[in-house]
Each structure stands twice: as structure tokens, then as C-alpha cells.
């Protein structure tokens, strides 16, 4: 690998390899004539799972274990760059392998360790005490002047959003205004250049993967290009990072968002879908309107973006689906409006939600680039303080929605100083040692929910996994909503979880089979990445 005549900055992502914020980050200091390298440190994996989706996508991600010859092949790749300073961005289910790759890369190399992403902001107080230097919030700015410095031989212990660490002695600096204008920083890189894929104990010449497993992360590979249009979040969610006042909601102009699809499209022959990852896309009417005019005109390609209940104006969404929006996530988190308001700090009644619900099935109709629009439904499970009476109105919400939506349930995550968290830190419902990150918590691995056959399902868990086997039987055409409810009212299979498990699968395998609106969508993942591309690059099989 050939060094530049000044020591690089090494981005570390893990289980990460098509990290938006971190290939933003190295576009920017690259603009400031900075060297740098992106290097992703093991890749996200999926591998099939049970669950009960009325989608022919069933997956499961998971990280697989880091291995000795995983750290080695990281340790001797810095050593042959030879970086200035090593950042590595972290969420927090990532928090106990990034105390382990700093403790070996600071017994290996000289270069101070940089810690950033969202786990840094959100815990910097425990962070701090396990490297060198931790980044507290928006970090563009910051990185350029400590690199700047350490290149200078200059201290960089008053620069604002970065926390110290010299040997146990911490100075914490204030936080620096936001950026106003999103607009000014570069778009996320994804050329080869300087780009390094650490798996399976050696460094990938030609399997970069992207998160999904269906494409690459690298031009002119990629076939789903990733990105946000906006940083921040309108709402504030006791479950969510924006509850924390570390951001707030800007936005990038359409003008600039569709410049940089008009190059991924251009570079990228195989592109076939671009994903969204803002937390609400159809916020203001006058940008959504020069968005999708834009869209439609220059990019017309199939679109995911997240949706709310409280952002449903029927014209932004029927322009955004005309210019081609085709797949979207709702959270309704809880149909119980009580349940929602005062702990998850949700603003949107029942009313809204259902509202919300018949204006999505409502785009349907509505000509697009994709005849399909995929709507998933997400719900919070397993929260202890959702009783009976909360969860039967949550399937009384459910069996009004109209049929057709895909259902998907998450189990309960608790983030450090989430307010969330801190609920149900004062109350006594859970311990540090299950906050994510630790070695209780949910973390990647078990964060989806999916139905254990042999698992002894009991006390509250019990009445959790019935209603989510119920809450699945709702979204199918083909399963008339007054049995669920007599179901329910009779307890029928309550102490035969297996048997209401079973009936769910036989019903979810006849929809998928019977429905031929469903084989568009299956056609679509099967040729995302074109046969002759998997063949030659060896990702025939997706999963691993």
C-alpha cells in the first residue's frame, strides 16, 4: 500500500462496510487535502431465520466472532500505513470489541486512538476511560484540527467536542455549534480508493459486501446506494439517539442529494435501488415536492424511506410514490396510545396511526417506477410494563389496519442515558448490565425476535410472544380478523405456543405462494446483483 508523503488518518468501521457517516468523514478530510483511509473491520452477516414476515426477505444479522487471525492481519495493515492518528467509530454493541482492537493497537503503534459514532456521544464518560481521545458529537471539524495538530507537533487539548485522556487525567472541552449547511460537506465516498475490507483473517481483495449481502460496497459495483438526506431527527423518542442534545434536524438541499445520485448512477451500471436512511423522509411539503420532481427526472429508480404517522400529507407522499418510493418502514412501536406517550415520548394518537396506515396502503394504486410498495409495520417487544389490557389494544389496532403490511417485532434495547433507559433504571426494571454494549444487553446478536420452539416461554415473556404470534396472523389477507379475536378471547394455544406458531407459518407459506403480486418483489431480490456478477465475484450464496 503506498504512503503519502504526510501519515495518514486510518477510519476504522466495524461490522460496518458501507458506514454513511464514516465515508462522510473521509470525503471531508480528503477535501481539506488530508490523507486518509477507510477500513472496515469485519462485515455485518445475515443467515436465514424463522421468523414470521410476510416477505420473502427472512433474515437475521449477527456478527461473527473476531478471530486472532482477524486482530493480526488489523494490526499489521496499520503498521504498514503508519496512520498519524487511528479513529475508530463505534455503536454500542460494538463497545466491548473496540475496548479490545485499542488496547492491542495501542500496544502495537504510537498513533493515538480516536473513538467517534454514537456510542462516543451518548456514553462519552465511560468511553473516555478506554483510549485516548473521544469525539462528542458532530466531529468533521474537530478531527481535521486534532490531525492538523499532531501533525504540527501542536497540543490539541482545547479543541471543543474532544475529550482527552493522558494517562488517567481527563479534560472534557465544550461542544462547538452545529454546522448550519449541511450542504457545504462532500458526499460519502464509495470509490475503491483507499478503501481496505478486513474478514475472515485477512484482508478481502474483492468481496467488499455490502450490509445487505446482495451487492458491493465499492463504484462501479454498488447495486443499493446508501445515504441521508438530512442529519438529525423533528422528533425526539425516548428510545432514540435524537433524544439526546447532541443534533438537531438539517437538511441537504434536493439539489445536492440528486448530484449525488446522478454520479452513483452514472458510475454504477448495476444500480437498481437507493435507500433513505433518514429517520422521516416527508417532512416539509416545498422540499418534497423539488425533491421528487428532481428524483422522477433524473434518478427514476425504486426508493425506501422511513414514514411517521405524524408526517402523512397525502400530496408529499403521493409525489414522493410517483417519483418512485416503493418500500417503507412505520414505527408504531405500541398500539397502546397511553404506552406511547408517556414512555416512548411519541406524540401520535391511535387516530393518526390508523390515518397514516390507510394513506400508505393508499399509494398502492398510485403509478410508480415498481408496481410493488412494501409497507412493514415495526413493534416493540418484550417491554414489561406493556400488560394484558395494553396489548389487546394494540391487536384491536392491528386488525384494523389494512391487510397486506408486513409485520416485524424488535425486542426491547437500552441505551446508556436514553431517557428510556434512565425510566427503567429508576424504577428498578433493569441494571446497567443490560444496557447494550454490556455483556447483558441486547446488542446485535439477539436484537430481532423470532420464535424458539424449545424455549420455556414464561410470566410476562409468555403473554409477549401469544400476542406477537397474533399481531403476525393480522397482516394476513387470508386470515380472517374475527378468529384472531376469538383466539384471543378463548386463549386458545396460550399454553401451545407451537401450535399458534405453527398456523402462523402455514399461513404466511399460502400467502407467499398463492399471491402472485408477491412473485414481482421475489424477482426483484433474485436479480438485484446479475448471475454472471455473482458467479465471478463468488457471493452466489447470500448468506454466511
Known amino acids: 500500500m503506498p504512503k503519502a508523503d504526510k501519515k495518514p488518518v486510518v477510519l476504522i468501521s466495524l461490522y460496518h462496510y458501507d458506514s454513511f457517516s464514516v465515508r462522510m468523514l473521509y470525503s471531508y478530510l480528503k477535501s481539506k487535502n488530508i490523507p486518509v483511509y477507510f477500513l472496515g473491520f469485519k462485515r455485518m452477516k445475515q443467515k436465514p431465520t424463522r421468523t414470521l414476515k410476510n416477505d420473502y426477505v427472512e433474515l437475521h444479522d449477527y456478527h461473527d466472532d473476531v478471530t486472532e487471525q482477524d486482530i493480526i492481519a488489523l494490526i499489521d495493515t496499520l503498521k ?58 458532530e466531529g468533521f471539524d474537530p478531527l481535521v484540527e486534532v490531525y492538523n495538530s499532531i501533525s504540527s507537533n501542536k497540543d490539541y487539548c482545547d479543541i471543543k467536542n474532544i475529550w482527552i485522556n493522558r494517562n488517567g487525567n481527563v479534560k472534557r472541552n465544550d461542544l462547538r455549534p452545529l454546522m448550519k449547511d449541511i450542504d457545504v460537506l462532500p458526499h460519502p465516498s464509495f470509490s475503491p480508493e483507499h478503501k481496505i475490507y478486513i474478514d475472515e483473517g485477512k484482508v478481502q481483495k474483492d468481496k467488499n459486501i455490502d450490509y445487505f449481502g446482495f451487492g458491493f460496497t465499492d463504484e462501479p459495483l454498488v447495486t443499493f446506494h446508501q445515504t441521508m438526506t438530512s442529519f438529525g431527527c423533528p422528533l425526539r423518542c425516548s428510545f432514540c439517539i435524537n433524544s439526546l442534545p447532541y443534533d438537531r434536524y438539517r437538511r441537504r438541499s434536493p439539489q445536492n442529494v440528486i448530484k449525488e445520485l446522478i454520479h452513483a448512477k452514472k458510475v454504477n451500471e448495476s444500480l437498481k435501488i437507493v435507500f433513505f ?72 394518537t391511535n387516530e393518526q396511526v390508523m390515518e397514516a396506515t390507510k394513506r400508505l396502503n393508499e399509494l398502492r394504486k398510485i403509478k410508480s417506477p415498481r408496481k410493488y410498495f ?99 396472523l393480522a397482516q394476513y389477507k387470508s386470515f380472517p380478523n374475527f378468529l384472531i379475536k376469538y383466539i384471543e378471547k378463548k386463549k386458545l394455544f396460550m399454553n401451545r405456543l407451537v401450535v399458534l406458531y405453527t398456523i402462523c407459518r402455514i399461513v404466511r407459506f399460502l400467502e407467499l405462494t398463492l399471491r402472485i403480486s408477491n412473485y414481482y418483489w421475489l424477482w426483484e431480490v433474485i436479480t438485484i446483483i446479475p448471475l454472471k456478477m455473482k458467479l465471478k465475484k463468488r457471493t452466489l450464496i447470500r448468506y454466511e
Open 80 to 137: 504498514e500505513l503508519d496512520p498519524a492518528l487511528i479513529g475508530i467509530s463505534l455503536q454500542s454493541s460494538h463497545l466491548q470489541l473496540a475496548r479490545i482492537l485499542t488496547q492491542k493497537i495501542r500496544s502495537s503503534l504510537s498513533a493515538p486512538v480516536l473513538w467517534g459514532g454514537s456510542h462516543p456521544s451518548i456514553d462519552p464518560e465511560s468511553c473516555i476511560k478506554e483510549t485516548d481521545i473521544v469525539c462528542v458529537g
Open 277 to 348: 436512511w433518514d429517520n422521516i423522509l416527508g417532512v416539509d411539503k416545498k422540499w418534497s415536492f423539488e425533491f421528487a420532481e428532481l428524483y422522477k427526472k433524473e434518478i427514476s429508480l425504486p426508493f425506501f424511506a422511513y414514514s411517521h404517522p405524524l408526517f402523512i400529507d397525502r400530496e408529499i407522499m403521493k409525489v414522493l410514490r410517483q417519483a418512485g418510493w416503493s418500500i417503507t418502514v412505520m414505527g408504531i412501536q405500541s398500539g397502546c396510545e397511553r404506552l406511547r406517550k408517556d414512555l416512548y415520548a411519541r406524540k401520535e
Open 374 to 472: 412494501r409497507i412493514y409495520y415495526d413493534y416493540v417487544k418484550n417491554n414489561p410494563i406493556e400488560g394484558k389490557k395494553d396489548l389487546t389494544e394494540s391487536l384491536d389496532l392491528f386488525l384494523k389496519f389494512p391487510k397486506g403490511f408486513i409485520f416485524q417485532a424488535f425486542n426491547l434495547s437500552f441505551f446508556p442515558n436514553y431517557p428510556l433507559t434512565k425510566y427503567f433504571l429508576d424504577h428498578g426494571l433493569i441494571s446497567e448490565k443490560h444496557m447494550e454494549g454490556g455483556i447483558g444487553g441486547t446488542s446485535a446478536a439477539n436484537w430481532i425476535t423470532t420464535f424458539d420452539s424449545k424455549k420455556k416461554y414464561r410470566g410476562f415473556l409468555r403473554r409477549h410472544e401469544y400476542y406477537y404470534l397474533l399481531f403476525s
